[in-house]
């Protein structure tokens, strides 16, 4: 088993422990018997977040998270991708949903990897009620309700 996961905080402070975020994604590969995986995940600052949507996206303003998923040159290579997470987006959505900060990011770091991992989801209202978004709610479970105990 070869992981190697890297989490840089670009500006400011994240509610969220790097072993926490990198907890996050181990839980996230091992839902999906992944064992072989390389992912930086980066919290940034609104700005950055909104120049990488408008460049490699096409849309304008910041948004909570972008992932990136390099394909594997062959069967059985490294699962290897970036996210990037904005904490300032993220701490505005839990405010509207009345959860932690923590949570939140907790959240995107598993969204994150999921769409490293290949899974995706409609827009709209039908987001959460997707097969990935289920699978992303039982692994922020999981991650929380361990810290908890």
């Known amino acids: 088993m070869s992981i190697a996961v890297d989490v840089a905080i670009e500006a400011g402070r994240a509610a969220i422990s790097k072993s926490l975020a990198v907890e996050a994604v181990r839980a996230t ?52 991708g970036d996210v990037y997470i904005a904490p300032e987006v993220a701490r505005r959505s839990a405010r509207e949903l009345k959860i932690s900060e923590r949570e939140e990011l907790v959240r995107l770091v598993v969204h994150g990897t999921l769409h490293v991992l290949g899974f995706d989801h409609p827009e709209g209202e039908s987001r959460t009620r997707s097969e990935m978004w289920k699978r992303q709610e039982r692994i922020v479970q999981r991650v929380l309700g361990a810290k908890r105990s």
């Open 29 to 80: 590969l091992r839902s999906q018997h992944t064992t072989r995986a390389e992912l930086s995940i980066a919290f940034v600052s609104d700005r950055t977040i909104a120049r990488i949507n408008l460049q490699h996206l096409g849309r304008r303003g910041a948004t909570d998270v972008i992932a990136f998923a390099f394909a594997p040159v062959s069967r059985g290579d490294a699962v290897i």
